[in-house]
């Protein structure tokens, strides 16, 4: 076990993904503790408070551990999802405080650039981005934002031009999507971080199921984690088998 130090122009550390294919690791960017600590309206009624985000993804030789480039992608990038393909060296990620839906891709000198696709529901309304599911056949991307509940459908097969083709609210909040292998079911769960999640009535704490035809989402089953008192649902891992 070792420590490795993000670089000092990307001071935040966040999501980390791996194509093996080309030796490259991505890392995403945050907030410090200080921040995350915070209740989210406190927080973003904060200006000093709201400078201290991250607004970078860093490249990384994934065998060496060592960083090559520190791309700028401002608005605190979160989470990072490859194309799984051979031939795909692209991966996506999205930024909660600008709203945008990014891509990262390989160039043909071997370095990446991040390049602004597309907005996610209607930034000047702060929906915030947290979770994106790809499907493995890079198809479609799954962006669940956080303030409005609602999941954001977008065609990938050009991944340089987005088309968003489906959007559905799922709750009063939303968080973590996630998506069988088959690509027919479409799962989220409602919890950010306790200290971030809502209050009052809008505190719904579940895990919803859908199917996925390709079109719209359909429901097939949710489990009321506050009514069962399970606690705060947020993060799954499913097998490639069992689901």
């Not at 030796?23 to 200006?47: I, Q, V, W």
């Not at 493995?136 to 999941?151: E, I, K, M, P, Q």
């Not at 065609?155 to 968003?164: A, C, I, N, Q, T």
């Amino acid at each position: 076990v070792r420590t490795i130090w993000m670089p000092e122009d990307a001071p935040y550390g966040y999501d980390a993904r791996v194509n093996a294919d080309l030796n490259r690791l991505l890392t995403s960017s945050f907030t410090g503790k200080r921040n995350y600590m915070r209740p989210l309206p406190e927080l973003m009624a904060d200006p000093e408070a709201m400078k201290n985000f991250g607004n970078t993804v860093v490249v990384w030789d994934f065998h060496a551990r060592k960083p090559l480039q520190t791309l700028a992608v401002p608005g605190a990038p979160l989470e990072i999802r490859w194309a799984l393909g051979p031939e795909q060296d692209w991966a996506f990620t999205s930024t909660a405080l600008t709203s945008k839906l990014w891509g990262l891709f390989l160039r043909k000198d071997g370095t990446f650039e991040a390049v602004e696709l597309a907005a996610i529901g209607d930034p000047a309304k702060i929906p915030l981005p947290v979770d994106i599911s790809l499907s493995t056949d890079a198809r479609h991307l799954f962006v669940s934002t956080w303030n409005d509940g609602t999941v954001h459908v977008f065609d990938v097969s050009d991944p340089r031009k987005p088309k968003l083709i489906h959007e559905k609210k799922i709750g009063s909040q939303v968080n973590m999507v996630s998506q069988s292998w088959d690509g027919e079911r479409v799962y989220f769960t409602s919890s950010l971080l306790a200290n971030w999640d809502k209050t009052g009535a809008e505190n719904e704490q579940f895990l919803k199921a859908f199917t996925w035809d390709g079109k719209a989402l359909t429901p097939t089953f949710a489990i009321d984690f506050a009514e069962e008192k399970l606690g705060r649902p947020h993060i799954m891992n499913f097998g490639a088998l069992a689901f």
